[in-house]
């Protein structure tokens, strides 16, 4: 090794061949026996390597810890920490390119961009607000749906076979007590008429308010002939709100349960139904279309004549465990599964909304 120099340095040991770098004022002059370059002398302001002592270490000669050490130490303006010359990272903002290859910063719209979104935006909100005031002006296609089948229903009477709205045979699958099948067969169909003479008087003044356009009834019997059920088509002069009121009227007061708001009947000759009179009225239901000038009714009894001195609404006599005559019958069920039946008739013919369940 070579003699210690002044400072602490260790001499390097010369090479053969070694040649200092030219130019260097603080670089003693090569002997010509020296044949390599001669190492650079490290300046004594250069900056000192990492130390490897732990942060808490005593600086050299103070016996302190060196505060430019700790993460605490406050950081200079210019990204420095005080004393130590240490630089701090920051992150530039990413750049990215536009068509013609030049670089410009991501996140930021050039002119043209910002007045294209503008433009689309503008346009698009034309095209919304244009087509929603189009609907407006012209009036909803759903709206105008309904009203042509409003219409249309009230005209079916003359535009339908009544084969058609009183079919000969009519199934109703799952419509009796726990679910069984029904199947009623026409015996009677009754010519369409006014309603003078179709209503009781009590009922007929609750129905006034929508008048009477025609009055079209059929009557069924079940597959064993021992129950009868009149079914009818009540086609008023109301709008739709005159049938809107009576429903709530209906519903709000519930008339449809009134034993003196029962409909009557039809009895015809030498059928089953022909000893189907008012005292033989058994269960019964009434249903005030919204979407259809129709009131659809159904009366049901026994085809022996037998009178009734209780007679019940359909509602109540479905209900489960309910032991009245009608309901053991299951006459509740005849009357309800088969004005249902043609309650659904009237609006697929009509095309309006769709029938509510049995």
Same mark, same amino acid.
């Given at each position: 090794?070579?003699?210690?120099?002044?400072?602490?340095?260790?001499?390097?040991?010369? !090479?053969?061949?070694?040649?200092?770098?030219?130019?260097?004022?603080?670089?003693?002059?090569?002997?010509?026996?020296?044949?390599?370059?001669?190492?650079?002398?490290?300046?004594?302001?250069? =900056?000192?390597?990492?130390?490897?002592? =732990?942060?808490?270490?005593?600086?050299?000669?103070?016996?302190?810890?060196?505060?430019?050490?700790?993460?605490?130490?406050?950081?200079?303006?210019?990204?420095?920490?005080?004393?130590?010359?240490?630089?701090?990272?920051?992150?530039?903002?990413?750049?990215?390119?536009?068509?013609?290859?030049?670089?410009?910063?991501? /996140?930021?719209?050039?002119?043209?961009?910002?007045?294209?979104?503008?433009?689309? @935006?503008?346009?698009?909100?034309?095209?919304?607000?244009?087509?929603?005031?189009? +609907?407006?002006?012209? /009036?909803? +296609?759903? /709206?105008? *749906?309904?009203?042509?089948?409003?219409?249309?229903?009230?005209?079916?009477?003359?535009?339908?076979?009544?084969? !058609?709205?009183?079919?000969?045979?009519?199934?109703?699958? *799952?419509?009796?007590?726990?679910?069984?099948?029904?199947?009623?067969?026409?015996?009677?169909?009754?010519?369409?008429?006014?309603?003078?003479?179709?209503?009781?008087?009590?009922?007929? $003044? &609750?129905?006034?308010? &929508?008048?009477?356009?025609?009055?079209?009834?059929?009557?069924?019997?079940?597959?064993?002939?021992?129950?009868?059920?009149?079914?009818?088509?009540?086609? %008023?002069?109301?709008?739709?709100?005159?049938?809107?009121?009576?429903?709530?009227?209906?519903?709000?007061?519930?008339?449809?349960?009134?034993?003196? @708001?029962?409909?009557?009947?039809?009895?015809?000759?030498?059928?089953?139904?022909?000893?189907?009179?008012?005292?033989?009225?058994?269960?019964?239901?009434?249903?005030?279309?919204?979407?259809?000038? &129709?009131?659809?009714?159904?009366?049901?009894?026994?085809?022996?004549?037998?009178? &009734?001195?209780?007679?019940?609404?359909?509602?109540?006599?479905?209900?489960?465990? %309910?032991?009245?005559?009608?309901? !053991?019958? *299951?006459? *509740?069920?005849?009357?309800? /599964?088969?004005?249902?039946?043609?309650?659904?008739?009237?609006?697929?013919? #009509?095309?309006? #909304? $769709?029938?509510?369940? +049995?």
């Amino acid at each position: 090794m070579g003699a210690p120099r002044p400072g602490g340095a260790t001499a390097v040991p010369r !090479q053969p061949g070694h040649r200092p770098a030219r130019g260097r004022a603080d670089a003693p002059p090569e002997t010509p026996s020296e044949e390599t370059t001669r190492l650079r002398p490290v300046p004594a302001d250069r =900056p000192r390597p990492p130390s490897t002592a =732990p942060l808490d270490a005593p600086r050299p000669g103070t016996g302190a810890p060196d505060p430019a050490l700790s993460w605490s130490a406050p950081t200079a303006p210019g990204g420095t920490r005080h004393g130590t010359g240490r630089p701090t990272v920051s992150f530039g903002e990413p750049e990215g390119y536009d068509e013609d290859a030049r670089p410009h910063p991501l /996140g930021r719209r050039g002119r043209s961009q910002a007045v294209a979104a503008a433009v689309c @935006l503008v346009l698009g909100a034309g095209l919304i607000g244009g087509a929603v005031t189009g +609907s407006w002006l012209a /009036g909803d +296609s759903g /709206g105008s *749906g309904a009203r042509s089948g409003f219409a249309a229903a009230g005209d079916l009477w003359r535009n339908v076979p009544v084969d !058609q709205l009183f079919p000969p045979t009519v199934r109703g699958g *799952g419509a009796g007590p726990g679910g069984a099948d029904r199947t009623w067969t026409r015996v009677a169909v009754a010519p369409d008429s006014g309603c003078e003479e179709a209503f009781d008087p009590l009922l007929r $003044t &609750v129905l006034d308010p &929508v008048g009477c356009a025609r009055l079209l009834r059929a009557t069924y019997t079940d597959a064993t002939r021992s129950h009868v059920t009149t079914v009818g088509l009540l086609f %008023t002069k109301a709008d739709a709100a005159g049938m809107a009121s009576l429903a709530r009227r209906f519903e709000t007061e519930r008339l449809d349960r009134r034993t003196d @708001l029962m409909p009557l009947p039809y009895a015809a000759k030498d059928t089953a139904a022909a000893g189907f009179g008012a005292r033989q009225r058994a269960s019964w239901t009434i249903s005030v279309l919204t979407d259809a000038p &129709v009131v659809v009714y159904a009366v049901s009894g026994w085809a022996d004549g037998r009178t &009734v001195a209780d007679p019940q609404p359909a509602g109540e006599a479905m209900e489960s465990g %309910t032991t009245t005559a009608p309901a !053991q019958a *299951g006459l *509740g069920h005849e009357a309800r /599964g088969l004005a249902d039946r043609v309650e659904r008739g009237v609006r697929g013919h #009509a095309g309006t #909304a $769709t029938e509510r369940p +049995s």
